[in-house]
T-cell receptor, first 115, second 112 residues
Framework: DTEVTQTPKHLVMGMTNKKSLKCEQH?????MYWYKQKAKKPPELMFV???????INESVPSRFSPECPNSSLLNLHLHALQPEDSALYLC?????FGQGRYEQYFGPGTRLTVT | EDQVTQSPEALRLQEGESSSLNCSYT??????LFWYRQDPGKGPEFLFT???AGEEKEKERLKATLTKKESFLHITAPKPEDSATYLC?????????????FGRGTQLTVWP
């Protein structure tokens, strides 16, 4: 099973709202990623968690706040977003480093619209 | 600077008309090259990983190959359901935590 799940599928929020995106995987993967994807562009890396620790933050604005409660779950907390933050938000996971498998598996994404 | 370039940007094929998509890369050292399929509004679906020049992988109508400078995704006798954007990504040796460098994708349309 190579499934990564994301909820919700769609989210509309105002600029003053607080919301959260959730991601879950049960493949035993120890690296999890958040990406942002705009239309007709490739995914753009935002955050990387390795063994539940934040390891990479690609200079993402503080209105995006990631959290990794355990090895299977990844959250992205959203606050005071701007309309330009509207995009498809993707979660991905891969097996731990040094285990010889490098591919990342993506979830279906959350389509976020900021009004 | 590490770079990944895909061509063409868009490709229209008639059903049954075989063709190839190209992914060229310039990186300091390749750890792996990945092909993904992405349908509109959905997450990328993993297709193949290639690790070294000369390697080939196949799945149904798709065949991926790798040289020292580029990869090809060959589509044999495509069907309309093969219509999607195909993304190529590379991981560089020594890269931090599996960072992927993506190409901009090839949008494939197969018409009946």
């Amino acid at each position: 099973d190579t499934e990564v799940t994301q909820t919700p599928k769609h989210l509309v929020m105002g600029m003053t709202n607080k919301k959260s995106l959730k991601c879950e995987q049960h493949m035993g993967h120890r690296a999890m990623y958040w990406y942002k994807q705009k239309a007709k562009k490739p995914p753009e890396l935002m955050f990387v968690y390795s063994y539940e620790k934040l390891s990479i933050n690609e200079s993402v604005p503080s209105r995006f706040s990631p959290e990794c409660p355990n090895s299977s779950l990844l959250n992205l907390h959203l606050h005071a977003l701007q309309p330009e933050d509207s995009a498809l938000y993707l979660c991905a996971s891969r097996s731990g480093f040094g285990q010889g498998r490098y591919e990342q598996y993506f979830g279906p994404g959350t389509r976020l619209t900021v009004t | 600077e590490d770079q990944v370039t895909q061509s063409p940007e868009a490709l229209r094929l008639q059903e049954g008309e075989s063709s190839s998509l190209n992914c060229s890369y310039t990186v300091s050292g390749l750890r792996g090259l990945f092909w993904y399929r992405q349908d509109p509004g959905k997450g990328p679906e993993f297709l193949f990983t290639l690790y070294s020049a000369g390697e080939e992988k196949e799945k149904e109508r798709l065949k991926a190959t790798l040289t020292k400078k580029e990869s090809f995704l060959h589509i044999t006798a495509p069907k309309p359901e093969d219509s999607a954007t195909y993304l190529c990504a590379v991981q560089v040796r020594g890269s931090t935590l599996g960072r992927l460098y993506f190409g901009r994708g090839t949008q494939l349309t197969v018409w009946p």
